[in-house]
């Protein structure tokens, strides 16, 4: 079953790769300068769950107002990555993702979803940079590696991302401002092949992207 799993996972890749490039090619000059628009985006974002990356650029919305928003998480990346230099951070479209693996300090217990004294000191770090930019939303999504049975990596996942959300809500940031889902071991970054590469597959991932008001206040200024 899960070599299944894995063939019909990596057949999805391959094609929204396809579609993603083809999408990028065919862009605009403002479109890639400010993100890619939001009906091809959308399409790339909706083939592959789990996929941070591909919803924050089908979130774009391009143009001058996207350009806008777009300087904004600029200035709020730089910020993630002072706060948690472990962290991965990347700018995809107009939006932001950081993964949390075993580089970025934010681990749980071995087979809990309880966080670590290490984990609370940087979200405790990171809070603080969501607390000073509210205009955002906050795609929280949780992971793990193949090792186990598949229904309890799912459970797993969803305990650790809520886990992440929970600990955010007590340091004053917004319940509306999250969206929370486990994907187990269904979307991995690396092969399992390893131990290193399962490592970096358990993981937590954060997308932040532009709520209503951020994108109406760029609209606005754009005009």
Partial sequence: MKKLTSITLAIA?????????????????????????????????????????????GAAIGGAAGGLIGKSMDKQADKIEEAVPGAEVKRVGEGIQVVFDDKSGVTFALNSAELTGTAKENLNAISEVFVEFPDTILMIEGHTDDTGEEAY???????????VADYFKNKGISGNRFTVKGFGETAPRFPNDSDANRAKNRRVEIGVAANDKMIQDAKAQAN
């Fill in 13 to 57: 890749v391959i094609m929204a790769f396809s579609i993603s490039c083809t999408a990028i090619e065919n862009a605009n000059k403002t479109q890639k300068g400010a993100g890619l628009g939001v009906a091809g985006g959308a399409l790339i974002g909706g083939l592959i769950g789990g996929d941070i990356g591909g919803a924050l650029i």
């Fill in 153 to 163: 990596n799912m459970t797993l996942s969803k305990k650790r991302a809520q886990s």
